[in-house]
């Protein structure tokens, strides 16, 4: 009863509310339908047959807190519904096309198509490529080795490429082309790297460099004895031995390979340290003796002097690698304890003492500095003078003397003689303030340079005494018009070996060789006949055609720093 009578006291406050007496049935306005629980109307059938969504009755706790849904206008159902959709979908495609966000949308979608195909990678493929990318981590090294087969590196690279072929050799195909394609590719890779590094050991110009380094340890081995008693005798058979073998390690040919630039530089820094501490002990002794009464340090200086002297001669047996007995550790201990006790003298007050005392110190830095050559030459670019400035200055000067030779070579006129010479001469002088460094390689790179301008220098003043000789014609004894001749046949030739750019094996070098020995035989065959103006000319003929026959040889060596 009471449960009754809520029910109609809520009716009747909702009437209330809606402005009609209780008991009156609201009707919907005119042109409105109302849904009813349950029933479908006609527009919302035909809605429904096209895919759209009809109107649905809110949840009876809210009738009245929502507005009942517009039933769809006939004609204006789904139609009109999807065509406001793709309306709404082009506005959105259009502005997402100039969203900075679109770029970064792309690259995700990239960076995960990529991820995907990574992961769809074969495991195989996956590991030969992992091999792969250790293999080319040695690469470098391989191609710079310049050590021999025994060397503890070779070994040492040798065992990690043959470690990578077993492992590409146990990667399972499955019997896939494309995984045994890959498997083929990453052999072949660790092949070549393999004989690369057995080619650098055993190439003949590696062998070559190490006979003639063999040569120098010989030398020192028997003429390293003074140094050893403390004394400072070194003969000149010694220094020039020294000399000769420096030489002919600068003649080697490396045809531009590293292992062999690299071979011949890490040598010649080695002996070239020996011939400089070798010379310095013979020219640039400290003011001995002094006398050992003046103080009571002169006595210490001079038996650190003697120890120096004994460091000379171990140091110079390291760098040549004929110690077993000592290592470069323990002489710079030595030398920098003997560097000690120079320091604690107390010389104040003696002049001459403090001089000596320096003089011997400075001998000591010089050892030490020679100690950092073995690791130096190792790890420096300096075998690559390539970008060196003395080289760079050298090469200047040779491309500005082939302008001139060629500008003389295709003119062949007598007024360009006098400029040509003068600035010939000029590259001389630029070519004397080269500095050489201390580098064989660089010395006689310039020395080449040198040859070069005067062989062409020597060119011109031939052309212009030929010249000279056509402009006066006067009586002269047979045998100088024979060596004037052949003079003539000599400037012709000479001017196709300044033109010759080939090697030994050219068939042109071969012609111009044999050209050159005939000229020297038809000297020879010229009788002066006790003509002393006849036999000078001769002279100067011969030595002109040996010149030019050298200059053909050295053009023609294959020579490069």
Not at 51 to 75: M, N
Not at 77 to 103: D, K, N, V
Not at 422 to 442: A, F, H, M, R, W
Request: net charge neutral; proline share 4%; charged share 30%.
């Amino acid at each position: 009863m009471a449960a009754a009578t809520r029910s109609r006291d809520a009716r009747q406050s909702r009437a209330g509310a809606r402005g009609l007496p209780y008991g009156t049935v609201a009707k919907p306005a005119a042109g409105r339908r109302t849904a009813r629980p349950g029933v479908r109307s006609p527009a919302s059938d035909a809605c429904a047959a096209a895919g759209g969504r009809t109107s649905q009755r809110p949840h009876p706790g809210h009738e009245r807190s929502r507005p009942r849904a517009r039933p769809l206008a006939a004609g204006s159902g789904c139609g009109a519904r999807e065509r406001f959709s793709r309306a709404a979908a082009a506005e959105l495609r259009a502005s997402a096309a100039g969203s900075p966000w679109r770029g970064r949308h792309s690259a995700c979608e990239t960076e995960h198509s990529n991820s995907m195909d990574m992961g769809n990678q074969h495991p195989s493929i996956t590991r030969l490529q992992e091999i792969q990318k250790e293999v080319k981590s040695i690469e470098q090294q391989v191609i710079g080795f310049s050590g021999l087969s025994d060397d503890k590196n070779y070994k040492k690279l040798e065992r990690i490429l043959t470690k990578q072929l077993f492992e590409i050799d146990s990667v399972d195909t499955e019997g896939k082309g494309e995984v045994q394609q890959a498997r083929k590719r990453a052999a072949q890779e660790t092949e070549r790297l393999l004989k690369e590094l057995e080619q650098n050991a055993n190439h003949p110009h590696r062998i070559e460099i190490q006979n003639i380094f063999k040569e120098a340890q010989s030398l020192v081995k028997e003429n390293i004895v003074p140094f050893y008693t403390g004394g400072n005798c070194v003969t000149d058979e010694f220094e020039e031995a020294i000399q000769d073998i420096i030489l002919r390690l600068t003649h080697v040919k490396t045809g531009g390979k590293i292992s062999l630039r690299r071979a011949r530089y890490h040598t010649l820094t080695k002996l070239c340290a020996v011939q400089e501490i070798i010379e310095d002990c013979v020219k640039g002794q400290p003011s001995l003796p002094l006398s050992e009464d003046a103080h009571p340090a002169v006595a210490r200086i001079n038996s650190v002097m003697c120890e120096v002297n004994r460091a000379r001669g171990t140091l110079i047996a390291l760098l040549t690698g004929v110690s077993s007995n000592e290592t470069c550790r323990h002489l710079s201990c030595v030398l920098s304890g003997l560097m000690a006790d120079l320091d604690a003298l107390d010389v104040c007050g003696h002049t001459e003492i403090r001089n000596y005392r320096r003089e011997v110190v400075e001998d000591i830095n010089k050892l030490l500095k020679y100690l950092d050559l073995e690791e130096e030459a190792d790890t420096t670019y300096a075998f690559d003078l390539g970008q060196n400035h003395s080289i760079l200055k050298i090469e200047k000067v040779l491309k500005r003397m082939r302008e001139i030779k060629n500008e003389l070579i295709q003119a062949q006129s007598p007024e360009l003689y006098p400029s040509s010479k003068t600035e010939l001469q000029g590259l001389i002088g630029q070519l004397d303030e080269v500095s050489v460094e201390k580098n064989p390689c660089i010395r006689e790179a310039r020395r080449r340079a040198v040859i070069e301008v005067q062989t062409l220098t020597t060119y011109i003043d031939l052309k212009e005494a030929l010249e000279k000789r056509k402009l006066c014609a006067c009586d002269e004894h047979p045998s100088h018009k024979a060596v004037w001749n052949i003079l003539g046949n000599l400037s012709e030739i000479q001017g196709e070996v300044l033109s010759f750019d080939g090697d030994r094996t050219d068939k042109n070098y071969v012609r111009l060789e044999e050209l050159l020995t005939k000229q020297l035989l038809a000297l020879d065959a010229v009788d002066p006949q006790g003509e002393e103006r006849s036999k000078a000319a001769r002279k100067q003929a011969v030595k002109l055609a040996q010149n030019v026959l050298g200059y053909l040889d050295l053009k023609s060596d294959g020579w490069e720093y």
